[in-house]
């Protein structure tokens, strides 16, 4: 376990509870007068809201290149087989898959893009490299919902992520609908903790990216921030990103539509900011979960 | 097995097939001209897209006592423990109540309501009996989906329903929202029969209710559907209600909000087109799920 002081302590209480955020959401001090490519009126929305979207940031001709990649790792049956895939119970389809930015060079590409890194410099003020990546593919009629989380508390307490410095990009490779499970995210949540209660299970990530039971919040602390802050679901189109504080209240609903529905997830992290011991369990979860020893500043 | 001609095969091909409707959707000669509650508008709507949200038919004050009376059976544990209950299977909450217009007075008279049932007159052109109702309580957080079927499909095989001649109310009892699982329709879908594929088990309705595999439409019929007509979710407000033909696709979403979600079904059916032998299985479902023996006319 950890030897640093733990300033967002969860799965230990008997009871859960929220409490204020104690990291700042723009890390440069000149908050929403930072230069980059975030115009002041985003930077004020990522503060307030805890997520941004950014319309068209890639072209369809990019998203088309990396939906024929996807289709390619999806054939791949040493992908499939491999421990960074999730795949699908019934069917073996991939479903989701881990680190993607190791494996796929136009992946690689995405996760280096300046468009996507200058962002993440801009809001972390700070050198970056990749925390976590993947795409995930919900797949036509019958793509699952995921639950209610911040990222934050997991990679806080399993992988040891000290402070609140890290920001996710969500690319859209293909539209979002009101029908095909679209990101679904709670403004404002960003700006409180919410403890958990449960302990963690021994290597719980085998179960937990299927269905995460543990390290998701209680029905009063999100019904609080929902009260607050209502929920919102951006229909970003493909190319579109969705820019989203490490700990801002997310989730996504079954795909129904007749279409797979596919994005890639990249998490950046300040280099100030990087993993050590978990909070939580005595074991760090696998490497392709969360970059421990190979720390690539980007950009 | 019926002695009937079959009108609409399913379940016996060796493969799925979309075929044209062999019923009207409006059933008395004068069409949209016929007279009721119904505006020309509305029946035109009715006919064109097999669905009209009727906004507003009851006040606030009568939901209200709807729910009160929800919220009874709900903690009573005799009607948890009845055959008519399905429930939650973690926490024993009642999620769905069938037959509740023979359980509960109050829902019997919103069943009766000169509101609902002029409007099934006017559709149905013949005087109409409740074929099937129920109450569904899509728990806060955790509500499940329930994946695409028209309705006649399982009517017309399980329970020997002859022809098209049925509609269908689902009354909100509170508000439907882009994240409590509504109702998804696809417009003009009633106007094709997806024929399916799969033999009936015995007691089917036993594993139907919770999770409908057999009798759900093939996904290259269902594109199809969708590629014509789309898919709509109302965002009707408590007090409304979604009139919708027996044979209209529709399916619903998980709630992911962290409010119940709850409405009241019920099922129209004209009395020239009562209940034979099942189409399908030897055996038809019990007298919960299909009024077979108790025929009254309303209104």
Not at 115 to 135: F, G, K
Not at 156 to 165: A, K, L, N, T, W
Not at 206 to 230: A, F, Y
Request: net charge negative.
């Amino acid at each position: 376990m950890s030897t640093l002081v733990d300033l967002y302590p969860s799965r230990i209480a008997p009871s859960p509870s929220l409490s204020p955020r104690r990291d700042p959401v723009l890390h440069d001090p000149a908050g929403v007068e930072t230069r980059g490519p975030l115009s002041r009126d985003a930077l004020l929305e990522f503060e307030r809201d805890g997520f941004v979207v950014l319309d068209d940031l890639f072209s369809p001709g990019e998203m088309a290149a990396c939906l024929d990649e996807l289709g390619a790792l999806g054939r791949d049956e040493a992908v499939r087989a491999s421990e960074e895939a999730i795949t699908e119970p019934d069917s073996g389809a991939l479903r989701s898959l881990f680190a993607v930015h190791r494996t796929s060079e136009i992946f690689a590409d995405l996760a280096e893009d300046p468009r996507l890194v200058e962002v993440a410099h801009q809001v972390l003020a700070s050198d970056v490299y990749i925390h976590q990546s993947r795409v995930n593919l919900k797949p036509a009629l019958h793509g699952q919902p995921f639950f209610w989380h911040s990222d934050f508390e997991t990679w806080h307490v399993e992988d040891g992520m000290p402070r609140m410095r890290a920001v996710s990009a969500s690319v859209a490779l293909t539209d979002n609908t009101e029908f095909n499970g679209p990101l679904m995210l709670v403004p404002g949540s960003h700006h409180s903790f919410v403890s958990c209660v449960g302990e963690t299970p021994d290597d719980h990530y085998r179960s937990s990216l299927k269905r995460q039971e543990i390290g998701t919040p209680d029905p009063e602390s999100l019904r609080t921030l929902v009260e607050r802050g209502g929920i919102v679901a951006p229909k970003a189109k493909a190319g579109s990103v969705v820019l989203f504080g490490c700990n801002t209240m997310h989730a996504s609903g079954v795909n129904l539509a007749p279409y797979p529905r596919s994005n890639a997830f990249f998490v950046y992290n300040s280099v100030e900011n990087r993993v050590g011991e978990p909070f939580g369990p005595a074991r760090p979860r696998p490497e392709f979960l969360a970059s421990r020893s190979t720390i690539t500043p980007l950009g």
